[in-house]
């Protein structure tokens, strides 16, 4: 499903994102060289919990936008419904 959004992200709300995952992205190439080095197991496993919550975070601030302007203008335009199932069936992938 490719939609456009309703109201388009600002230059400093992308910004934000883009940052957030460069820094996600440093993190995951610190934790292939902590393989490369073959760093003690625990210390890497801690640094990909640190990962997982950093994506966590980056999801739910997007998904937190798009409940305000994308859900919100669909339960206002009368197509509350899909929108609502559409984003419970992404909060399912979430929760695996």
């Not at 934790?31 to 640190?50: F, G, N, P, T």
């Not at 919100?72 to 197509?79: C, L, W």
Request: proline share 1%; aromatic share 4%; charged share 30%.
């Amino acid at each position: 499903m490719d939609k456009k959004a309703v109201t388009p992200r600002t230059n400093d709300e992308k910004q934000a994102v883009v940052n957030r995952l460069k820094r996600i992205e440093g993190q995951v190439r610190g934790i292939q060289k902590m393989v490369e080095e073959d760093r003690y197991c625990v210390d890497v496993l801690v640094q990909i919990s640190a990962i997982n919550a950093a994506l966590k975070k980056v999801g739910f601030s997007i998904t937190e936008r798009h409940m305000k302007h994308c859900v919100s203008h669909a339960v206002h335009s009368g197509e509350g419904n899909e929108a609502i199932d559409e984003l419970i069936n992404v909060m399912k992938q979430f929760s695996k």
